[in-house]
């Protein structure tokens, strides 16, 4: 879910693993969501997003699940490798207005 | 085909200074967003543009900042008598238009953003 104060949830995994970095979203009403990647000192990256009426997608290594009935969204990578340590985050558009999390901090180990 | 730009990349003004900030989007975008970044959070809508107005422009904190945008292209975010509190990183944001409407909301292309330290 979202983070509040300067301490991200961070998420640490060994280069090869899967990883699933969750988001919990408030408005019920929101119909389209997107994944964000964020690299040290660089700007927010769109990774993919999904709109409310499926509940699955999927890209290149990245899978987003969404579940409306209890306004959950994740990201799932595959075969996580050291050029995906980031932090990433979601953002859920309602009406006209989109939010941002916080982010979740994912560190690979080799 | 170039991204969004932003300048500068970094700045550090004293307490109190005017600062100016830069976003170039890409080309034919007609959405414009600027956004605050404070270390460990997410991020602050601070105003949106559709074209060279601002509908929206609930999320400027005071009224030191301001922004404007002219020829439908780069825009610039001012902020006057900058405080501690200002420091963060500004990002900005562009999106295209479809079906002759803003897509705001949709997939939006981010800069790198302005690091700004006020001391």
């Known amino acids: 879910g979202e983070s509040v104060g300067l301490h991200l949830p961070t998420l640490s995994v060994q280069e090869g693993d899967n990883s699933i970095i969750n988001c919990a979203y408030s408005?019920?009403?929101?119909?389209?969501f997107i994944w964000y990647k964020q690299e040290s000192g660089k700007g927010p990256q769109f990774i993919i997003d999904i709109r409310s009426n499926m509940d699955k997608r999927q890209g290149q290594r990245v899978t987003v699940l969404l579940n409306k009935t209890v306004k959950h969204l994740s990201l799932q990578i595959a075969a996580t490798q050291p050029g995906d340590s980031a932090v990433y985050f979601c953002?859920?558009?309602?009406?006209?207005?989109?939010?941002f999390g916080a982010g979740t901090r994912l560190t690979v180990k080799p | 085909g170039a991204g969004v730009s932003q300048s500068p990349s970094n700045k550090v003004t004293e307490k109190g200074k005017d600062v100016e900030l830069r976003c170039d989007p890409i080309?034919?975008?007609?959405?414009l967003y600027w956004y605050r970044q404070s270390l460990g959070q997410g991020l602050e809508f601070l105003i949106y543009?559709?074209?060279?107005?601002?509908?929206?422009k609930s999320g400027l904190p005071s009224d030191r900042f301001s922004a404007e945008r002219t020829g439908g292209s780069v825009s610039t975010l001012t902020i006057q008598r900058t405080q501690q509190e200002d420091s963060a990183v500004y990002l900005c944001?562009?999106?295209?238009?479809?079906?002759?409407?803003?897509?705001?909301?949709?997939?939006?292309?981010f800069g790198p953003g302005t690091r700004l330290l006020v001391l």
């Open positions: 953002a859920e558009r309602g009406g006209l207005d989109m939010r």
């Open positions: 543009f559709q074209g060279n107005s601002a509908p929206d």
């Open positions: 944001a562009s999106s295209p238009e479809s079906n002759g409407f803003p897509n705001r909301g949709e997939t939006q292309y």
């Open positions: 080309s034919g975008h007609t959405a």
């Open positions: 408005n019920s009403a929101s119909d389209y």
